[in-house]
C-alpha cells in the first residue's frame, strides 16, 4: 500500500505511466473501442469510468503542450456530455482540447505508448492525453 496515490491507479498502471516519456500518449478509451486490435500495450480497467479513470491519472501525469488532450468527435459533431467530463476531468484549457474525427483518431491511437481500456458504455468516452514534463511543483 502507497500514500498519497489514487487508488483507482494500479500498479501496473503506475509503472506505464511512469516508463512513458515526454510527449508519449496514453488512450483511455471506452468499452467499445477496438483496443485489442490497436495497441501495443494493452490495460483492462472494466470497473471504471473513462472520466473516472482520467481525473486519477492526473493526479499524477503532466499534461503536454497542446494538443494535450485528444477526444473523439461524435458522429454528429456535437459536444457530448462524457466528453465535457473528460475536459473537466484533465483540467486542461479549452485551447489545450483537440476533437477528432473517429477514424483520425484511431490513427493517433494506434502509436500511443499505452491504451487502458475501461467500462465506459458511453460512446465517444475516449481520450489521448500527452505526458507532459515533471517539474518541482509535481504533475498538475
Do not use: C, W
Request: net charge negative.
Amino acid at each position: 500500500m502507497l500514500t498519497g496515490i489514487h487508488p483507482l491507479l494500479s500498479g501496473a498502471l503506475l509503472a506505464h505511466l511512469d516508463a512513458m516519456g515526454h510527449s508519449d500518449a496514453v488512450v483511455l478509451a471506452d468499452a467499445h473501442f477496438p483496443a485489442e486490435r490497436l495497441a501495443h500495450r494493452l490495460l483492462t480497467l472494466p470497473g471504471l469510468t473513462t472520466p473516472e479513470l482520467l481525473g486519477a491519472v492526473r493526479t499524477v501525469l503532466p499534461l503536454d503542450d497542446a494538443p494535450a488532450l485528444d477526444l473523439m468527435a461524435s458522429a454528429d459533431g456535437a459536444r457530448l456530455p462524457v466528453q465535457d467530463e473528460l475536459v473537466a476531468a484533465a483540467g486542461a484549457p479549452q485551447d489545450a482540447v483537440r476533437f477528432i474525427d473517429r477514424h483520425a483518431f484511431y490513427e493517433v491511437a494506434a502509436t500511443a505508448y499505452l491504451i487502458v481500456r475501461t467500462g465506459e458504455t458511453r460512446t465517444y468516452g475516449n481520450a489521448i492525453l500527452r505526458k507532459g514534463v515533471v517539474t518541482g511543483s509535481g504533475a498538475r
